[in-house]
C-alpha cells in the first residue's frame, strides 16, 4: 500500500426531506448566492423546497449553469457574486451545476485571478464556503474537491481542485423524475469512476479492491431495476450513496489511480457534445482491450470477482468480463462504439493530434498517449 | 435505507515514516500533553519517533494509561493538564490511550464537570483538540469520536462521545511487534465492529452491505498471514487500515446498528479482565444463536458471501456460518466458550441481574435484555 493523507470534511445529510434542514445549515447572516441549471427544479419541486426552506435568508439566483458548465457562462455568475458581495454558494442540481459553482466560490475568493487561469493552475488557492442539494447521483461532486470546467471558444475541458462543499444534502426522492438518459449517464459515470481506482496493478490494497468491487457490484445490481422504474426510494438511495462513495476517496486510499478513460472522454465531449457517461462508456471497453496485457492480472480478478467467471483460460475469463462490461451499457442504452454514437471517425486523429502535441501521458503506468488514444478509439469504432 | 448524516472531519496520515509529519501538524505555539500506556512504544522505536518529531515543541508527558482505562488513572492525567495549562493532547498507543486521551481532552474543555459525569452523560460538551499515533489496529478509535471508560470501583463500563480527533498517523511498521495475543484481540474487534452494523435487517441498503462484506472477506483473509508473520508491511497495512475503516463511520450510512455482542462483551470485561476482543469472540457465537431466527435472512446472506456457502437447506448454511465463525476465532487463538476463557458460569447471573436492574435493550430490535444475555451467555458456557 502506499502512503497517503485522506481528509474529507464534507456532511453529508442523506434522505428524505433533509432538504428542509437548509435553513439551519447555512448561517442567517449569509449572503447566498443560489445556482441552478435549467429549470428541471422548477418541475420537480426541488426548487419550492429550497426556496421555503431559506425564507428567512438573503439570497440571489443564477440560474442556466449548462451541462458540461463553460468558462463563459460562469463568469457571468462571478460578476453577479461580485456585485452582491455573496459570502455563501449554494449548487442545486446535479454535478454540472456544482462544478459550476466550484469554479464560481473559487474566482470569487481570489477576485486578482480571472476564472479560466485558476482552472489551468489546477488548484484555486482559496474557496468560498459552498454547499449543494445535489438531484443526479452521478459525478460524485457532492462530496469531493474536483470540478470539470470546459471552455466553449476553444473546445477545452479540464479539472481544477477546489475547497470541499461544506455540506451536500441528497434526498433520494428528487432523483424519481430523471429522464431514462441521464440516469443511464449517471450509472455508467459511477462506475467508471470506481474503474479509473480499481483496474490497475493488483495486489495494492485487498480492502480497498473489496470496496471497489462492492460498489461496482451494487450497480450492476440496481442498473437494470432502476432502467425499469425510477421512483423506487431504495433503490434510488442506493443509487445516490454510491455515486457519492464512487469519487469521495474512501476508494482511493493508497492505490494508484489510472483516469485515462476519463480523459480520452473529455475529448469526446469537448469535441462533440457526448454526455459524460456516455463517452466513457465507449472509451472504457477500448481501454480494456489495448491494455489487456498490462492490467491483465487485475481484469482477471474483476472477471472473478464482479462477474463471477471462474471457468476457463484467463485470456477467455478476461475476454468475457470486457464483453460483460460492454453488455452492461448497453443494456442501460448506451453506445459503445463511435460509430453507434454517431461519433465520426475524424475525431480518433483529432485527439490523436491535440494528446500527442500536448505531450500527454494518462493513466497509471503514463502511457495512454497520443499514438496510444488512436488504438483505443479505432477498436471502438 | 434510513436518513442519516454523516462528518468525519479526521485526517488520516497513513504509511510509512509518516510520525515525522508530527512536527508541521501540531502548531508549534501549542502546550501538549502527550499521553502513553505502558511502554511498549519505548521498545519498539516510536517514542523516539515522537519526540525527534516534536524537538521544537513544548510538551509534557503522561505515563501509564491502562488497557481498559480506568477514570481513576485519567483523573490524574486531568490534574498535570490543568496544572500545564495544556491545550493539545497527543495520545500514542493504542486503542486504550486514545480513548482515555478522549475523556482527558473532554474534561480539560469543562473543568466544571467531574470526569465520570462526562462518561455518564454519554456526550462530552466540548473537547480540547488532540490527535493520535495509533499503533494497534482494533479499536477505530483513531477516527471516531467514540471512547470506552471503566470505573474500577464500580467495575462499570461505559461509551461516551467526544470530538473527533484532528488528525491520526498509522505508520504500519509500528504494529511489527505486537504479541499474538494483542494480534488475535485486534482482528477479533474489528471483525465485530463490522458485525454490528451488518448482522441485522436485510435489505436496508445494498452498497452498505457490500462495504461491510469487503471488510470481514478482508480480515478473514489476512488473520492467519498475521498470525504467522506480523513483518509482512502490505498485511499489516490492510490490517490496520480496515481496522479504522470498520468504525468510523463509513459502513454505518442509513443502516440499523446492533452493537449487542459489545454490551454483554464489556460485561465480561468488567468483571474479569478478559481483553475486549476476546469476550467479543465468547459473546458474538451466542447472538447469532440465540438470535437465529430474529437474523435468520442476514445470517443466510453472511453465509453465502463472506463464507461462500450456497449448498443446502438455509439452517444448514447458517448453522455452518456460525461454525465457521467460532472457527475463524479459534484459528487465531481465542476462546469462543467462557470456560475455555476460563470465566466462572457465576458470571451469567450477575450479569442477567446488572441487565435486569438497569432495565436495558440492547440490540437492533431492542430486545437483549438480562434474560436473553443470559440464554446468549449459557449457549456458550
Do not use: C
Not at 429550497?50 to 438573503?58: E, Q, T
Not at 459552498?130 to 462530496?143: D, H, K, R
Not at 454517431?342 to 493513466?363: C, D, H, L, M, Q
Request: aromatic fraction near 8%; avoid cysteine.
Amino acid at each position: 500500500m502506499r502512503n497517503f493523507i485522506y481528509k474529507n470534511p464534507t456532511q453529508l445529510v442523506f434522505g428524505k426531506g433533509e432538504i428542509a434542514r437548509l435553513s439551519s445549515l447555512i448561517p442567517t447572516e449569509k449572503k447566498v448566492l443560489i445556482t441552478f441549471g435549467g429549470g428541471s427544479v422548477k418541475k420537480n419541486g426541488v426548487y419550492e423546497e429550497v426556496i421555503s426552506a431559506l425564507k428567512d435568508h438573503h439570497y440571489i439566483e443564477f440560474w442556466g449553469i449548462e451541462p458540461n458548465p463553460t468558462v463563459e457562462t460562469l463568469r457571468k455568475a462571478i460578476e453577479i457574486g461580485k456585485e452582491n458581495e455573496v459570502d455563501f454558494l449554494l449548487a442545486v442540481g446535479g454535478g454540472s451545476v456544482l462544478d459550476g459553482t466550484k469554479l464560481i466560490a473559487s474566482a470569487l475568493a481570489t477576485p486578482e485571478t480571472e476564472a479560466w487561469d485558476i482552472v489551468l493552475k489546477g488548484k484555486a488557492a482559496k474557496t468560498l464556503p459552498y454547499a449543494s442539494v445535489m438531484t443526479l447521483p452521478a459525478t460524485g461532486s457532492e462530496m469531493n474537491n474536483g470540478a470539470v470546467i470546459s471552455r466553449s471558444e476553444t473546445k477545452e475541458k479540464y479539472s481544477f481542485y477546489s475547497a470541499y462543499p461544506q455540506f451536500s444534502i441528497l434526498d433520494p426522492q428528487t432523483t424519481f423524475s430523471l429522464p431514462k438518459n441521464q440516469l443511464a449517464n449517471g450509472l455508467a459515470d459511477v462506475y467508471v469512476h470506481v474503474i479509473e481506482q480499481y483496474l490497475t496493478t493488483t495486489g495494492q490494497s485487498r480492502i480497498m479492491d473489496r470496496w471497489a468491487e462492492g460498489i461496482l457490484l451494487t450497480v450492476l445490481e440496481i442498473a437494470p431495476q432502476i432502467m425499469q422504474n425510477s421512483q423506487d426510494y431504495d433503490l434510488m438511495a442506493d443509487f445516490m450513496l454510491s455515486a457519492t462513495l464512487a469519487l469521495n476517496d474512501m476508494i482511493r486510499m493508497g492505490v494508484i489511480e489510472d483516469w485515462a478513460t476519463h480523459m480520452i472522454g473529455h475529448e469526446l465531449t469537448a469535441l462533440h457534445g457526448i454526455s459524460h457517461g456516455a463517452s466513457l462508456a465507449i472509451v472504457l471497453p477500448g481501454i480494456m482491450k489495448i491494455l489487456k496485457e498490462q492490467k491483465h492480472n487485475k481484469l482477471l480478478q474483476y472477471a472473478e470477482r464482479v462477474f463471477g467467471l471462474k471457468e476457463g483460460s484467463e485470456n477467455d475469463r478476461i475476454d468475457q468480463a470486457i464483453q460483460q462490461t460492454e453488455n452492461f451499457f448497453h443494456s442501460i442504452g448506451l453506445a459503445t462504439t463511435l460509430s453507434e454514437a454517431g461519433i465520426p471517425e475524424t475525431a480518433i486523429s483529432i485527439i490523436k493530434e491535440r494528446f500527442n502535441k500536448a505531450g500527454v501521458k494518462y493513466g497509471e503506468k503514463a502511457n495512454v498517449t497520443g499514438d496510444l488514444a488512436e488504438q483505443i478509439l479505432t477498436i471502438q469504432k
